[in-house]
């Protein structure tokens, strides 16, 4: 199907927030507030019946701020959840972070823990991310729950990737493996895979891309280098057999779908019971926008069915 009008609109929006004639910092403020107006307020989405909490704990690298949402009633599980951001950008307040972690709650009737991991900069890069969501991820086990309640671990796009890492870490050094991952969208590769010819042409109607050029900006900002990528960074390099069932999640206009379809072929070749949802109309991020939409909401509910599974 074609893009959805959501995201054209959005698109031609961000086009003329973003005219020529500013300086590239100025640019990038007006996009961010145009989104931040197109978007919404994720911290307005509506809570009822969710109690939240903000917490710290303790990690190797520092304190790691985390986001707890449980549902009224009985607690049928757990998910730890990382929102996505290029691993530069992010934070519990985003949709990606605080709507998905209250529609979780509220659909599947778990408890929900979103994770506030350090993000790449100059002196933060890899492995401390994912320190810091391993981190999370012991002490949220070790939180209780009702005997036999499964526990879920998941994330979008890089923060998919750091839920992946997570589960190969557990599996490799021990620890309380996961039920069930949910992936949405996950940046897993580098280089990132090449698109079909059939999707290339598609995606030429896409105006925001992730080029050539993005991606290994965004993987040397998180590693210090594009040579010698270590497995842990991307785990679509990694050994992936021994992993719980997986659920993912793709957006159908995003160039970084190809490192989804190959993750997947990937986790079936090796064992690995996966199910996929293509999201249609969708691009890259868009479990960042409100529930309302349509695809988000089935997105969620193909999430939740695997918990309850």
Request: proline share 8%.
């Given at each position: 199907?074609?893009?959805?009008?959501?995201f054209?609109?959005?698109?031609?929006?961000?086009?003329?927030?973003t005219a020529p004639g500013e300086t590239e910092a100025a640019k990038d403020a007006l996009a961010q507030a145009y989104m931040r107006e197109y978007i919404g307020d994720a911290l307005a989405w509506d809570a009822t019946g969710i109690a939240?909490?903000?917490t710290e704990i303790e990690g190797s690298h520092g304190p790691i701020p985390l986001r707890l949402y449980r549902p009224e009633g009985t607690i049928t599980g757990s998910v730890l959840w990382c929102?996505?951001?290029?691993?530069?950008?992010?934070?519990?307040?985003m949709f990606e972070a605080h709507g998905v972690s209250i529609e979780l709650a509220r659909r599947a009737g778990v408890a929900v823990a979103s994770v506030d991991y350090r993000l790449a900069d100059g002196t933060v890069k890899y492995p401390v991310p994912s320190d810091d969501v391993l981190a999370a991820w012991d002490w949220w086990c070790e939180q209780p729950l009702p005997e036999g309640a499964p526990i879920g671990l998941g994330g979008a796009s890089a923060g998919a990737a750091l839920a992946l890492?997570?589960?190969?870490?557990?599996?490799?050094l021990g620890g309380r493996p996961a039920d069930v991952l949910l992936l949405a969208y996950p940046f897993a590769h580098y280089p990132n895979p090449a698109l079909s010819p059939a999707l290339t042409a598609e995606m030429a109607a896409v105006p925001f891309r992730f080029e050539p050029e993005g991606v290994e900006d965004m993987v040397r900002n998180y590693v210090g280098r594009i040579?010698?990528?270590?497995?842990?960074?991307?785990?679509?390099?990694?050994r992936l057999d021994g992993l719980p069932p997986v659920r993912l999640v793709v957006s159908e206009y995003d160039?970084?779908?190809?490192?989804a379809d190959l993750l997947e072929r990937q986790l079936r070749e090796v064992g690995v019971p996966v199910e996929s949802y293509q999201a249609q109309g969708m691009t890259h991020g868009h479990l960042n926008h409100s529930v309302n939409l349509p695809e988000v909401a089935r997105s969620l509910d193909f999430f939740v069915?695997?918990?309850?599974?």
């Amino acid at each position: 199907m074609p893009i959805d009008e959501y995201f054209t609109t959005m698109f031609r929006g961000l086009e003329k927030a973003t005219a020529p004639g500013e300086t590239e910092a100025a640019k990038d403020a007006l996009a961010q507030a145009y989104m931040r107006e197109y978007i919404g307020d994720a911290l307005a989405w509506d809570a009822t019946g969710i109690a939240i909490e903000d917490t710290e704990i303790e990690g190797s690298h520092g304190p790691i701020p985390l986001r707890l949402y449980r549902p009224e009633g009985t607690i049928t599980g757990s998910v730890l959840w990382c929102h996505g951001g290029g691993f530069r950008h992010g934070d519990l307040d985003m949709f990606e972070a605080h709507g998905v972690s209250i529609e979780l709650a509220r659909r599947a009737g778990v408890a929900v823990a979103s994770v506030d991991y350090r993000l790449a900069d100059g002196t933060v890069k890899y492995p401390v991310p994912s320190d810091d969501v391993l981190a999370a991820w012991d002490w949220w086990c070790e939180q209780p729950l009702p005997e036999g309640a499964p526990i879920g671990l998941g994330g979008a796009s890089a923060g998919a990737a750091l839920a992946l890492t997570t589960a190969l870490r557990t599996r490799d050094l021990g620890g309380r493996p996961a039920d069930v991952l949910l992936l949405a969208y996950p940046f897993a590769h580098y280089p990132n895979p090449a698109l079909s010819p059939a999707l290339t042409a598609e995606m030429a109607a896409v105006p925001f891309r992730f080029e050539p050029e993005g991606v290994e900006d965004m993987v040397r900002n998180y590693v210090g280098r594009i040579s010698d990528v270590p497995p842990n960074a991307l785990p679509g390099a990694a050994r992936l057999d021994g992993l719980p069932p997986v659920r993912l999640v793709v957006s159908e206009y995003d160039d970084l779908r190809a490192s989804a379809d190959l993750l997947e072929r990937q986790l079936r070749e090796v064992g690995v019971p996966v199910e996929s949802y293509q999201a249609q109309g969708m691009t890259h991020g868009h479990l960042n926008h409100s529930v309302n939409l349509p695809e988000v909401a089935r997105s969620l509910d193909f999430f939740v069915k695997g918990l309850h599974a």
